[in-house]
């Protein structure tokens, strides 16, 4: 016996091989190994973009896309910051801007919620009546992931339209103010993206636990009602009539998304900035706080509905 026999193995050619050596070199300089494990990075890319969840979304997208709302939701939002940058900034002068941040805060209090609330209040109870959710559900794919992946993709759709409203606005305000304020009104403009994502995973629990189309819709509509209208009636009478401290202001801010929107707006404005800068002192809330508080709206909503579609019967 040689001592060096396990160590090498013959080749047809008869050259060795050693067995412990890294791998076999390819053409390219590469070697086996190297290639099976960009092979199996290449497979867990590959598996996260075709799994179940990113389908869902994908598909919900292209059926927003489809539908024609989210062009109605590009003009709206295009009408909307047009008319105001176009009345409120044109007279340039040391306030107008903060002129233009205000309206679209205090206009888009009411505008916002009850876009992203009409985009989604049918998202899952629509496609119960359709018979589209039972045809999904049929696949291997949880009711969760339905829920989650529906919830989505109506979200990028939403976005991406309201974000393409926007750009009429800023292209306004460049030729009126120059660059100095884009950055300003790109912060409003992701803040009510924000906020309308944040309402769409409200629409998207109502639209999971109504039974039908009609229930959804009453229910959309009240709370559009609440968050825009009658919780701040609500919250400032309480906080007067019963001398609330500091804690019941800041839960007054943090449970309405909306108040949370308003907040980040006007903080962008100079004039207000001292009032609404001493009510978040006074609340103990800061900026990046409120923004956390509405990433959580965005998040719960969604996760909540993703729990109650098991409950529900198809």
Request: net charge neutral; charged share 15%.
């Amino acid at each position: 016996m040689r001592g060096d026999d396990s160590a090498t193995d013959p080749t047809p050619d008869g050259g060795v091989v050693a067995a412990d050596a890294p791998g076999t070199r390819l053409h390219d300089g590469g070697t086996e190994r190297e290639t099976a494990a960009d092979t199996a990075d290449e497979s867990v890319f590959a598996r996260l973009a075709d799994s179940s969840l990113f389908t869902i979304a994908r598909r919900e997208y292209r059926l927003a896309v489809r539908s024609r709302w989210a062009l109605g939701v590009a003009l709206l939002f295009g009408l909307f910051t047009t008319a105001v940058v176009q009345f409120g900034a044109s007279s340039v002068g040391p306030g107008r801007f903060d002129a233009v941040i205000a309206t679209i805060a205090e206009l888009g209090v009411y505008l916002v919620p009850l876009a992203a609330l009409a985009v989604g209040y049918d998202a899952i109870v629509g496609a119960d009546e359709r018979g589209s959710l039972e045809l999904m559900l049929a696949l291997p794919v949880t009711k969760g992931r339905v829920v989650v992946g529906t919830a989505i993709g109506r979200a990028a759709v939403l976005s991406g339209a309201m974000l393409l409203g926007f750009v009429p606005g800023a292209l306004l305000t460049v030729r009126y103010l120059g660059l100095t304020s884009v950055g300003q009104y790109a912060a409003v403009a992701l803040a009510a993206v924000l906020t309308a994502c944040a309402m769409l995973g409200v629409a998207v629990l109502v639209s999971t636990v109504a039974r039908t189309k009609t229930h959804a819709l009453g229910a959309a509509l009240a709370i559009w009602l609440w968050v825009a209208l009658l919780h701040d009636l609500v919250a400032l009478g309480a906080v007067a009539g019963f001398d609330l401290g500091s804690g019941a202001i800041a839960a007054a801010i943090l449970l309405n998304p909306v108040d949370c929107f308003r907040v980040l707006a006007l903080s962008q404005v100079d004039v207000v900035a001292g009032g609404f800068g001493s009510v978040l002192a006074q609340a103990g809330l800061t900026t990046p706080m409120v923004a956390a508080g509405l990433l959580v709206w965005v998040v719960v909503p969604v996760g909540i509905a993703a729990k109650l579609i098991e409950r529900r019967r198809l």
